[in-house]
DNA sequence: GTTATATTTGTGTACGTGCACAAATATAGT
DNA sequence: ACTATATTTGTGCACGTACACAAATATAAC
């Protein structure tokens, strides 16, 4: 409740005007050295803080900004993340934000290909990245760098880029979480089975395989490695899967958990559920319709989140305080929560971000 | 991105001037009937939205806030939620807020029947409970609605008030989630233990109570009631406590599950780990800083929280969108989430709301 | 119908920032 | 020293709402 410090104040400080202080703030050059070193001097001594309300008013730029993803299905994944940008974009409706949606297919190279040039072709003024083919993001960031055009990535990290921020889970952590989980839900000497699901050709995303890692980890360390068995079986063909799945597990009948490192696990549920097979605990990741009719029935035991809606809000939040006050925030990680989710705490996990 | 209405666009829309728009949107009264009617068809119609940048700015008026709680200690429950509070009011930092904190002890009526007589006494403009005795706090909520003073709640609701809105958490599913964590968490044929905690007299608290409901029903629809257990224990002598805990165990070896009904699972831990106890899985409520280093060292397995930041947050948020627009969100109870938190998901359960 | 009073309505300014444009000053070229 | 040009600085209006105050209209009393 102490009292904010205006641009008028700033400017009869340094012993300017408010104008040459707006040009400072946000900027736009054409200041001499002097009075340059003068306002950043009396910034620095008093912490001026930009007053949202009247900055958003008074702003007439419109703010180009493209968002780029795999395909968003409502109540799927992507849909959270979507949601939660809209979320945003929402809150911010007095801003003039001009946000295009680039969707492109994660098994498709071609497609996230396309999407990005697309997105140079346009030229917006930041970017919004769910990131899935690692040298392809590369690319694109490095373009957008050269272009000083600043980006945030929500889901996933890429390394050698220099985001404005991240929004992502910790997804070994997830990993070790699974294994830890699956072993304390389990009977002793469970068996544990790892499920890749496969489409065409055999892309793994890396998400996946940092939670194998910390999943795997996991055993190792309780010197259990031996008892984890991994096998696969294909998106696209269910009834083949089924038949698989189910020898599999005739020929292991000590497995009483089940992992799988995306968020396929109703695929699973519904074989479990089909063949009333209940001794099994299923954990999948991702609260997607889907899954949620497994937990709600039980085919499914639990639920690894990771707050897709926040992240989409926060990635945009994050850009609108970086186009507008220039808040360079040195590249912070943020790390989300993991939730667990069960079929008691379940009803209550809404989309209740909005903070 | 659709135009937005103003308040402008009502007034020529409605045949009036903006003024005679402002006092309807404000109640300020003076307003014809024949202009009334024709602008809240006109307001209905459009579906106008306050620009609230703006009409922060504009703001002339200093509310009054009395907040209401159990003493609030930085790490503990109640302090989450005065964090919580504390982050609502720097985000609205324009608007001219003046919360005055008015704890009392959670274990003494007289400080609670002081602290609210002192709240009546200062006629604030709206209030904050986080209640704990429930006459004390009808009486206070009675004379809050004689004098029209708007109050939301926190962590818990009082029936027979009537508050803008509430954010609290299912005690009872909590306690249902309680029983499913240690059933599932332990080996078959396990027993369990409901510790209930004791202060001078034998005060509890209604959210004890319901978690305790949800925990024995769990067992009860399970037709296990018979494997739960119960005993207390004084918070305020550890070494009694101690070779009472003890002496319980001794009693009951085939104990393996341990529940208390709020966030003093810490001095159980400590009693656990000075000896030695480790195959007993502890769970306990509330994410606070005692909790924290149990859940670290492995002698309690896991924590039930309820977002008391997100509670307090939004409690103000709620308020203030009252005072400033209003809006009459017909007493909404938000239900938070129930986070479930072990030792793998605790690092990044840091206060990360802020939506 | 006139005056006094109560009720209703309209107008104008302030809030703090963004930005366009005009004004002032500095620099370069002759 | 005088233009011409480039750089720097200051001024003023706009944004949409809140609210004080003046103006207009309605009602009451005689």
Redesign the pocket.
């Known amino acids: 409740m102490a009292k ?8 009869a400080m340094a ?9 400072v ?2 900027n ?9 070193k003068a306002i950043e001097q009396v910034l620095a001594e008093t912490g ?4 949202i ?9 419109e703010y180009n900004i493209a968002i780029t993803t795999p395909i968003a299905v409502k109540g799927e994944y992507w849909g959270a993340v979507r949601d939660g940008i809209m979320h945003a974009i929402n809150e911010y409706s ?1 801003i003039k934000l001009n946000c295009t949606f680039f969707f492109y297919n994660q098994f498709d190279i071609y497609s996230c290909r396309s999407s990005f040039e697309s997105i140079l072709e346009q030229s917006p003024d930041a970017v919004i990245i769910g990131p899935t083919f690692k040298s392809e993001t590369q690319r694109l960031c490095k373009e957008l760098d050269d272009k000083h055009i600043p980006y945030v990535f929500v889901d996933a990290v890429i390394e050698g880029t220099s985001p404005v921020s991240t929004y992502s889970t910790d997804q070994y952590a997830c990993g070790q979480l699974l294994g830890r989980m699956l072993d304390t839900f389990t009977p002793e000497d469970s068996e544990f089975a790892i499920m890749s699901s496969q489409r065409i050709g055999n892309e793994r995303s890396s998400n996946s395989l940092a939670r194998k890692k910390g999943f795997q980890d996991y055993f190792r360390s309780k010197g259990m490695q031996n008892r984890i068995h991994e096998t696969s079986f294909s998106v696209l063909d269910p009834a083949e899967s089924e038949r698989k799945v189910l020898s599999f597990l005739n020929e292991n009948p000590k497995i009483k958990g089940m992992a799988i490192m995306n968020s396929r696990g109703y695929i699973l549920a519904d074989i479990l559920r089909k063949n009333g097979i209940k001794e099994i605990c299923l954990i999948s990741f991702d609260l997607t319709q889907n899954n949620i009719k497994g937990i709600k029935d039980g085919t499914i035991g639990a639920i690894l989140c990771q707050r897709p809606e926040l992240q989409g809000f926060h990635a945009l939040k994050s850009l609108i305080r970086q186009l ?2 220039n808040q360079k925030e040195e590249t912070v990680n943020h790390t989300m929560p993991i939730d667990i989710i069960v079929r008691e705490n379940l009803p209550y996990y809404r989309e209740f971000f909005e903070m």
Chains 1, 2 share one sequence.
């Open positions: 904010q410090i205006k641009i008028k104040d700033i400017a012993g300017v005007s408010v104008g040459t202080v707006d040009r703030l946000h736009r050059g054409n200041v001499s050295e002097r009075s340059l001026y803080k930009y007053n309300h009247t900055s958003a008013i008074s702003l007439k730029k007095d507008l006050y």
